[in-house]
Structures are given as structure tokens and as C-alpha cells.
């Protein structure tokens, strides 16, 4: 099934136009998206290259950039889409195939203490509501097994007020929203 301008359903390029309104058939390779971003001498593919294999629509292109590091490495910066001519919002596909990438189990392997720190920075604020960094740090810190990295900013920091030792709770309505994100996710499923 199609939803125009060449766009199947059941590729990973439907889904992303399903869920972020990107059309990535808009894509006409000028490559200004990747001589821009400023992560992009560590991407591999490139982000105009993660864009060509979607606009593949097959599924072992769609596979590639699922399993790809470069998708982990996004800033979310807005340079590329600020270079654009064709407005492709390319942080808004990216949060597509983090997401796509964590459901279906085919994160990059050298992303793991990338995926630990987003994983810990959401549950973060879906318990509290807003950022703790001592939460976020502590949990980042289980997961990684890094336990000792970085422990001598702490008092640095904390003696400059940066951080916070009792987390402000404001979850009333961040817990609406995850709800809200589980319900909806629940009925596509």
C-alpha cells in the first residue's frame, strides 16, 4: 500500500512519514545535509547516505540503517535542516530510527553507552517529571558499569551548584503524556 509520492507502508520510510510527516522521497542527494552536520566525519553512512538506503524501501537498506552507529550520533542539531533546500527534517527521522532501532533490537553495538544514557535520561524524566542529573548520572552509571568515569567533577560540580541532590518532581503531567505516548502505542500494536 502507498501513501503517495512513491511511499510504501510497509517500508521503514512509510513509517517514518507515518510518524514524523517526513517525506524522505523529498531527498534529491545535494549532500549540503551531510558537509554540514557537525558529527558527520564520525557517521558512517553519512546522513545523506542513511537517506538514500530509505529511499530504497527495501528491507535490507532498511535493515543497514536500523543497525547503523551514525543514527546514534545525530546532535539533533538543526544544521541540516537549516541547509536543506528541500526542508527534509532530518533530527525528526532520526528520533524515528532511534526509536524503530531500540523496538526492533538492532541498535549498533558501539552505541550502547549512547543507548544507556537515552534510556536513562528518558526514565529520568518520566520518574521525576524533569531532569535530575544526579538520578540521570547514578542510573547512567548502573547501566554502563563506568562507575568511576568522570567521579571527580562531581564535587566540582555539585560545589558550583549544578547539581541538585533532591530531584524537583513535576511527573503530574509528564506522566500524561507518557500514558498518553503508551495508549497510543498500544493500540498500533
Known amino acids: 500500500m502507498s501513501v503517495g509520492h512513491g511511499v510504501t507502508?510497509?517500508?521503514?520510510?512509510?513509517?517514518?512519514?507515518?510518524?514524523?510527516?517526513?517525506l524522505?522521497?523529498?531527498?534529491?542527494?545535494?549532500g549540503k545535509c551531510s558537509a554540514g552536520c557537525p558529527a558527520g566525519h564520525e557517521m558512517d553512512p553519512a546522513p545523506s547516505v542513511l537517506l538514500h538506503l530509505l529511499q530504497y524501501q527495501h528491507p535490507e537498506s532498511?535493515?543497514?540503517?536500523?543497525?547503523?552507529?551514525?543514527?546514534?550520533l545525530c546532535l539533533t542539531c538543526h544544521t541540516c535542516i537549516s541547509r536543506c533546500p528541500?526542508?527534509?527534517?532530518?533530527?525528526?527521522?532520526m528520533d524515528v530510527l532511534r526509536a524503530e532501532s531500540l523496538h526492533r533490537a538492532l541498535v549498533h553495538p558501539r552505541a550502547k553507552d549512547i543507548v544507556a544514557f537515552h534510556k536513562s535520561f528518558i526514565?529520568?524524566?518520566?520518574?521525576?517529571?524533569?531532569?535530575?542529573?544526579?538520578?540521570?548520572i547514578a542510573d547512567y552509571k548502573l547501566r554502563t558499569r563506568h562507575f568511576l568515569q568522570d567521579v571527580v567533577l562531581a564535587p566540582v560540580m555539585f560545589h558550583k551548584?549544578?547539581?541538585?541532590?533532591?530531584?524537583?518532581?513535576?511527573?503530574?503531567?509528564?506522566?500524561?503524556?507518557?500514558?498518553?505516548?503508551?495508549?497510543?502505542?498500544?493500540?498500533?500494536?
Open 9 to 22: 507502508t510497509d517500508s521503514l520510510a512509510g513509517l517514518i512519514h507515518q510518524q514524523s510527516g517526513v
Open 24 to 30: 524522505v522521497q523529498r531527498c534529491y542527494q545535494c
Open 62 to 72: 532498511d535493515k543497514k540503517v536500523l543497525s547503523s552507529y551514525s543514527i546514534w
Open 86 to 93: 528541500m526542508e527534509v527534517d532530518l533530527p525528526k527521522v
Open 123 to 136: 526514565d529520568t524524566i518520566r520518574n521525576f517529571g524533569r531532569l535530575w542529573e544526579i538520578g540521570l
Open 161 to 189: 551548584g549544578k547539581l541538585s541532590l533532591l530531584p524537583h518532581f513535576q511527573s503530574r503531567f509528564v506522566n500524561r503524556i507518557f500514558s498518553g505516548l503508551q495508549k497510543r502505542e498500544e493500540q498500533e500494536s
